[in-house]
């Protein structure tokens, strides 16, 4: 007997291990029937997965805390045994901001603190002349990207709700908002830096992984009773998803994989552009260079397909720093509750492993994270929000 | 109306004719302050710009996520905004996904001015779709009259048949194996092109 599941999805490279459980049939071997639901955006994906038209989502990590905090919307607790991906954003810029940060950079480009001075010295030129402040898009209020842009302009002394705008962007319309000088820099995940390179109206300036070793970037998401309910079927799909995610990460794969996900009721990109993405090979100005990474995006690799609390600390510390939430114990251990890497190990039929001691996120700059002592950890940054 | 009976509602949607369908039901209803944005550029400032009491998104708009930075304490946003629907009103929302609209309201307007105004839209989206539905099939009908017809045409130049010869064998053939006449007709439009 199968199982029947509706699973929502944004049409973006980091659901790749789903898409590809369907379409080569890993999830119909652990016998699930599952019907992939594209949507337009992250509030349809929480909205649909919190009232039970999904049974499961690709979803934002932050977007999985703050559901199961009740911050921002209604209080749904959410847990998340598989992540789909880390990594995979990119910041891009306008051509025109592009020039100014490397005319005002004293070292290495590739160095985000670098970058970050850099910007900051372009910002306060602003100010001087008067013109408007910059705006950054990013994807959502509890997004990755949010927290990416911020933390890597805050290094360089830039205040993201002081001196520079960010807005919420759906990714689709990014491309051209920086294309019409909407905004001068972005942001978000594959395919649509590359987009904006291919079209000539952005540079990518730093892939995340510059930025974080690791970063959880989406979750396989399922609500906490459904998953209570539903164990079997969860663990079939932790199986199938990762099945799907070993095939991605086969450099021999890759092109199918690419193949697959350029269907139109899929992601809808070129094949080309998503395999660039899969294997860290962007092309990061019009004019043709390119750069790469094998940390550009990680589906599966280096235990990236098991959730680690520790990632989900760093996030919800992100929250408190931006003045989303207030810093308290007991939501610090329902974020962390959220990432359950034992309903991975059980579905994938492993030993529980003892987390690693050495730093789960690997940030350039501040001191190593310590999910035990967020409050000490976020003094240690000068520029930041939280509210007491 | 005073502006304590009827408050300002904002519809985002890029649906002029639904739109239109859902300001009238509104106004019907005596909610006089009603605007219609279409153009999702720069959509939070045209909204801190009207400053609405209430607004309604259809669940199609990627621009929905653009609406959750409303909640964000920002310095932009005159009072927060919270969505309508909370904690203890899972049907309301039930129902409204199910239409493919949501709402969001100013905090502290009262529940119960907002149910009438949700309650409407709910049912005045359930009638657009329903609309379209009718016109889609409309629309399949007239494309298989015109197939139909084709299909008669070739029958009566190729079998030497008068129009209702080629129309009874064709729906004699589809009683027969037990398809729409539509198909039969399809069918023989596929065999003649390949026969050509």
Redesign the interface.
């Known amino acids: 007997m199968t199982t029947p599941l509706h699973i929502g999805f944004i049409p973006l490279v980091d659901a790749a291990a789903l898409i590809v459980a369907v379409d080569k049939g890993f999830a119909a071997a652990e016998g699930l029937d599952v019907t992939l639901v594209r949507e337009?955006?992250?509030?349809?994906i929480r909205?649909?997965l919190?009232?039970g038209?999904f049974d499961a989502a690709h979803l934002l990590a932050p977007v999985a805390i703050a559901s199961s905090l009740g911050l921002?919307?209604?209080?749904v607790p959410i847990v998340a045994p598989f992540n789909l991906g880390l990594n995979g954003n990119a910041i891009t810029v306008s051509p025109e901001l592009h020039a100014a940060i490397m005319s005002e950079r004293e070292g290495d480009g590739l160095d985000p603190m670098t970058t970050a001075r850099a910007l900051a010295r372009v910002v306060a030129r602003r100010r001087r002349i008067g013109a408007d402040p910059l705006t950054f898009g990013m994807?959502?209020?509890f997004s990755t990207h949010n927290y990416q842009l911020r933390f890597w302009m805050a290094a360089g002394g830039v205040d993201p709700?002081e001196d520079v705008r960010l807005?919420?962007?759906?990714p689709?319309?990014m491309v051209d908002s920086l294309a019409n000088g909407?905004v001068d820099a972005f942001c978000v995940g594959a395919p649509w830096n590359s987009v904006a390179v291919d079209l000539g109206v952005g540079h990518i300036l730093h892939f995340v992984s510059d930025i974080l070793e690791r970063a959880a970037e989406k979750v396989l998401a399922v609500r906490q009773n459904w998953s209570e309910r539903n164990p079997d079927v969860l663990a079939a799909l932790i199986r199938a998803a990762s099945r799907a995610a070993e095939f991605i990460e086969r450099q021999e794969n890759r092109a199918e994989v690419a193949r697959l996900l350029a269907q139109p009721e899929r992601i809808g990109v070129e094949a080309e552009v998503i395999q660039r993405t899969l294997d860290g090979r962007l092309k990061v100005s019009p004019g043709g260079d390119r750069r790469e990474s094998r940390r550009y995006l990680l589906i599966g690799r280096e235990g990236a397909a098991r959730p680690d609390p520790a990632q989900a600390a760093w996030l919800y510390a992100q929250m408190v720093r931006w003045?989303?939430t207030a810093m308290r114990p007991d939501a610090l251990r329902t974020a962390m509750g959220v990432f359950q890497p034992n309903l991975y190990d059980a579905a994938m039929g492993l030993q529980g492993r003892t987390p690693d001691a050495t730093d789960a996120i690997g940030a350039f700059a501040g001191p190593a994270f310590d999910p035990t002592d967020i409050t000490s950890h976020l003094k240690a940054f000068k520029i930041g929000h939280w509210k007491s | 109306m005073n502006a304590e009976s009827s408050p300002k509602i904002v519809i985002v949607d890029e649906s002029p004719i639904r739109a239109a369908i859902l300001q009238e039901g509104l106004r019907e209803a005596g909610f006089t302050g009603v605007v219609h944005i279409s153009e999702m550029q720069s959509l939070l400032a045209r909204i801190y710009a009207l400053d609405p009491d209430v607004i309604l998104i259809d669940l199609e708009n990627p621009s929905r996520d653009v609406l959750e930075q409303m909640f964000q304490v920002s310095r932009a946003v005159r009072r927060p905004i919270a969505m309508f629907v909370d904690q203890s009103d899972s049907a309301s929302i039930q129902a409204s996904v199910d239409a493919g609209v949501s709402a969001y309201i100013v905090d502290g307007l009262k529940k119960e001015r907002i149910k009438p105004i949700l309650d409407l839209c709910i049912s005045r989206f359930n009638a657009f779709s329903k609309l379209q539905d009718e016109l889609d099939r409309t629309k399949s009908a007239l494309e298989e009259r015109k197939v139909i017809d084709r299909a008669k045409g070739i029958l009566m130049k190729v079998k030497g048949l008068t129009e209702d010869e080629a129309y009874v064998l064709m729906r004699s053939t589809a009683m027969r194996e037990k398809k729409k006449i539509g198909e039969i007709a399809q069918s023989i439009l596929t065999a003649s092109e390949l026969l050509k």
């Open positions: 337009v955006s992250w509030s349809n909205d649909k919190n009232i038209l921002g919307h209604v209080k994807t959502f209020p709700d807005v919420v962007l759906p689709p319309y909407h003045g989303q």
